[in-house]
């Protein structure tokens, strides 16, 4: 399978399979167009003609394509499909991280909110330090024989939780040794109760850090506000400034969402760049087909031209010595995940759960709330077996619409969560979500290309 596109004047091949990327004038681009649907000469016909080329420089064309095929660089054969359910089986059983929600409470009040203000549809609560602990004995118990273990702290708002997250942090080091575990933890918070305690701790023990920012202030305070209304553009920004400016060489996003109100967002990642923040994530909002704020099918082509407009800025700022990081576009060409990641995906259900304050594990943070994906608990452990076999199965070669994708090697066939939203099945697609993964997977690509020219 191949797929090709054009960017910014260049004429970009992608051979699926083997992952080779080739850059080709215009008759090459047509001849792999038509490669295995016509005939040779026919080929040689249509392309001499067209260009005002010999057939004899035609053929030559035909034949270096041909001679790509063979060492396997294009048109190479789908080898990953056989083995697609025996990569989930070797490491099924083992957890490897987890979401731990340690307050199902938030002192925001988001429109697009798709935890429901952070109470994900139940009870407001926040996590005590004994569930807590035991919710990283069962990850160190049902993690193998693997060594790095990730912890996202996560809400709600999981600030409102700070002396506990400091506790388990504190427990959780104390254990690595004897243990041999290596545990890496990120903070998601809407940087409200930030301060100097905060970001001195959070600097020293997360790996990640993300802070939630929609740019424009305009933009994000008519989103992002809380219970009286009020914006919390002015409050947030000078505190994450601070945060990002002593943070140092570690990890951050500013991590942002588009609506209908904003299908341009590239002029809130201009915003961003103006405050002085270079790690950035902008994210396609989540929510029903009929709430206000989700992308119509308008938007959706403004946002897929934005996509385009963005790699432009990318490789413009990094021109000038200003380079920033997109996080959609982090893509290496020279090796990129493993072929398991490619073929299963996040893991969601498998290797990665979501904890409630409570105990409870699901499959992820978007399945929280809904009693049918509940999987047992961090006392008893997986005992819903059927919904995770279901998650098990869950990989590129389950959906049948991803089989002509060209893209499903990069997105491993795509969120569970989305795909049941939009599908009632976690086997199901999202089918605007590929729309969008396509055209940022041809942007990032084009990006790194250009980036080489």
Known sequence: MVHRYKQGGLNIVLDVFSGAIHIVDDIAYEIIGMFE???????????????QVTQNEAEECY?????LKEDGKLFSPDTFKPMANKLKEKTSGVVKALCLHVAHTCNLNCAYCFASQGKFSGERAL????????????????????????????????LMNFDVIKDLVKYARSREKETGKNFRFTLTTNGMLVDDDVIDFANKEMSNVVLSLDGRKEIHDKYRVDYQGKGSFDTIVPKFQKF????????YYMRGTFTHENPDFVEDIKEMLDLGFTELSMEPVVCASDDPSALNDKDIEIVK????????????????????????????????????KRVSGCGSGTEYMAVTPWGDLYPCHQFVGDEKFKLGDIWNGVTNLEIQNEFKKCNVYSRKECEDCWAKLYCSGGCAANAYHATDSISGIYEKGCDLFRKRMECAIYLEIAKRL
Not at 37 to 50: L, M, Q, W
Not at 130 to 158: H, W, Y
Not at 306 to 327: N, R
């Open 37 to 51: 649907s016509e005939s040779k000469d026919k080929i040689i016909s249509n392309i001499s003609e067209k260009y």
């Open 63 to 67: 034949t270096q394509i041909a001679r």
């Open 127 to 158: 996590m005590s330090f004994e569930t807590g602990k035991r919710a990283f004995d069962f990850l160190i118990e049902n993690s193998g024989t693997r060594r790095n273990l990730e912890v996202d702290f996560f809400g709600g708002e999981p």
């Open 244 to 251: 990002v400016n002593e943070r140092g060489n570690k990890n």
């Open 305 to 340: 031209k934005e996509y385009e407009k963005l790699a432009d800025l990318m490789l413009e700022k990094q021109k000038a010595g200003k380079p920033f990081t997109f996080y959609h576009y982090m893509i290496d060409l020279t090796g990129g995940p493993c072929i398991y």
